[in-house]
């Protein structure tokens, strides 16, 4: 169907190849069939369209734009079915836009991307992608610098249904987000990286008609995230905060929110009501490279439903602000601390975390000086540690990996960088922590590669990954979020082409060696690779993140 004998006849294993038992010596040639008919033969005409879409949504996006030029059934089932697009956003584009939105008329999840070198589509094609858009959800922006505050003003409005907004090296400012907010009233997450047009003196950006719907914001790199205030302590049922490399004094903030949760739990209490239904309980904080102190921390303390805690590269918090937030957040499963090597968060905050949070699941240390004193008390006392990260620290040798095989019973995945450790500590492993699954070992120069031969065999199921024979990129570690997984388009001329991000996970190396020579802040670090990568195979580790 819409497909040349010669086309199917290229493929490596033709259709007459896999019919050979319908040829005529087994049928007869009265039958009618030759070998002409069944190479024409389009086996998928009896596929009904909906089943043909849920097959092209397990295809990745080269395959499933090479699919829609098989004929024009599957080019007609592709568009239909198609709800992510990711569009190469140049401003030669809006001569286009509206043959593209009227083959892809079911796009949800709409990504516009524009490089620096390039001019960006501009306020009448944001405008005109609305007005097409009806379902649209999710709106990411990257780098359209033609966008204005009247162009995002008038998208907002005419796209009431949107529910996610990411938006990053744009030049629009506060009218636009406030526009977005009092149009947008079920917007669920708003992420904002490297936003130009708010700058000192912007107005502040409250939470509009979204303050109740709004769960997720994130603050990447801005220059006065103050003006974000109200909008955060305003987000009544804020789950999670993130808050990376903003420059300002953040204590103030946190301790509006901090005050803010306290007061609902109080007047929660008057009520009457279970404390169990407090739908508007923070769960999620992540600080980065910010000016906050314990004073933030303890601020943070007051949320006591917060499961996920991300404290890295704040110099100025200590164990005294560990301490607080241990002591009232006993529902913590997730904790992550960069100490940046300053040695103002160790054992005493550890252990804090070790008496009050049972239920803790995973921990990363990065640059943190933690004995066994403290890696002891977490082993005997959080029986759930499934994923444990140490990385960067002078303190940690045969001694805490030793302490930590014998107590970490439910230990699953397990990743040591940069510590001081010996072949003595693998020959612990060999027999403790029996739910281990897998263990990554980096830059850890005192264990040799015999060591690691001797774990594989030893445990057979163990999956061993370690560098001591390799040359490795150096050492610095972050934090980053994942993006959704965006599909592209082929489409000439002004449609990107798609790549799989996972694709080039073998030139990691080589990125990490580069970001070393040159001194960059990696903002894709070896910790967080680690786990991303282990939760993307779960399948083979049996475990999630």
């Known amino acids: ?56 949504q397990f295809l990745g ?19 239909w079915s198609r709800h992510r697009l990711s569009l190469d956003a140049q401003s030669e584009i809006e001569a286009s836009l509206p043959s593209i939105f009227m083959r892809f008329d079911s796009v949800t999840k709409l990504t516009l991307r524009c490089s620096r070198r390039s001019i960006s589509l501009n306020d009448g094609a944001l405008v005109a992608i609305s007005v097409r858009c009806q379902n649209l959800t999710r709106l990411k922006l990257r780098g359209c610098r033609e966008i204005s505050d009247e162009g995002m003003s008038t998208f907002a409005k005419n796209s009431k249904n949107l529910r996610k907004l990411s938006c990053g090296s744009c030049t629009f400012g506060a009218i636009a987000l406030n526009a977005v907010l009092d149009y947008c009233s079920n917007l669920e997450e708003l992420s904002v990286k490297r936003l130009r047009g708010i700058h000192d003196g912007a107005e502040a950006i409250g939470p509009g008609a979204a303050a109740s719907s ?91 439903k917060i499961e996920n805690l991300h404290i890295v590269k704040t110099p100025d918090c200590s164990n005294y602000g560990l301490v607080s937030v ?11 601390v960069d100490g940046w090597r300053t ?24 640059g943190v000086n933690a004995t066994h ?21 002078g303190t940690i040798g045969n001694t805490e990996i030793a302490c930590i095989a014998a107590k970490c019973m439910a230990l699953k995945k397990l990743c040591i960088k940069g510590c001081p450790i010996s072949d003595i500590a693998i020959e612990a492993l060999g027999s403790g922590c029996p739910s281990l699954v897998k263990i990554k070992l980096r830059k850890c120069r005192g264990v040799s590669c015999e060591a690691g031969e001797w774990l594989r065999e030893q445990r057979g199921s163990l ?25 592209g388009v082929d489409y000439p001329q002004v449609v ?39 939760s993307n195979n779960e399948d083979s580790f049996n475990g999630n993140l």
């Not at 946190?254 to 803010?260: A, E, F, H, S, V």
């Not at 992540?286 to 906050?292: I, K, S, W």
């Not at 252990?351 to 009050?356: N, R, W, Y």
């Open 496 to 534: 990107s082409q798609v790549t799989d991000r996972d694709a080039s996970t073998s030139s990691n190396g080589r990125l990490a060696l580069l970001r070393s020579k040159f001194g960059l802040f990696a903002s894709r670090n070896f910790v967080a690779c680690t786990f991303r990568r282990w």
């Open 326 to 336: 241990a002591e009232h957040c006993k529902l913590l499963k997730k904790l992550h």
């Open 463 to 487: 999956v061993v990954n370690m560098d001591a024979c390799e040359v490795d990129g150096g050492f610095e570690a972050s934090v980053s979020n994942g993006g959704i997984h965006e599909v």
């Open 61 to 79: 996006p080269g395959d499933r734009n090479r699919c829609s030029l098989v004929c024009k059934r599957w080019l007609c089932v592709d568009g």
């Open 343 to 366: 040695n103002r968060i160790g054992d005493e905050g550890l252990v804090a975390v070790a008496k009050h949070c049972p239920n803790l699941e995973e921990l990363v240390l990065v």
């Open 1 to 56: 169907m819409g497909q040349s004998p010669s086309a199917a006849l290229d493929r490596g294993s033709s259709f007459s190849q896999r019919f050979d038992f319908l040829s005529s010596s087994s049928l007869g040639s009265s039958d009618g069939f030759s070998d002409e008919i069944l190479a024409n033969r389009d086996y998928t005409a009896e596929i009904p369209d909906e089943c043909l879409a849920y097959v092209f």
């Open 214 to 304: 709004l769960k997720t914001i994130c603050l990447k790199e801005l220059v006065n995230g103050q003006s974000f205030e109200p909008l955060v302590v305003g987000a009544k049922n804020l789950k999670a905060l993130k808050i990376i490399h903003c420059l300002g004094d953040w204590d103030r903030v946190l301790q509006l929110i901090g005050n803010r949760n306290r007061n609902g739990k109080e007047n929660l209490h008057l009520n009457n009501y279970n404390s169990n239904g407090n739908n508007d309980a923070l769960m999620e904080i992540h600080l980065e490279r910010l000016q906050v102190s314990d004073i933030g921390l303890s601020a943070i303390s007051k949320c006591t």
């Open 373 to 393: 004193l403290s890696l002891g008390a977490i082993a005997s006392n959080c029986s759930k540690l499934e994923r444990l990260a140490l990385c960067g620290s």
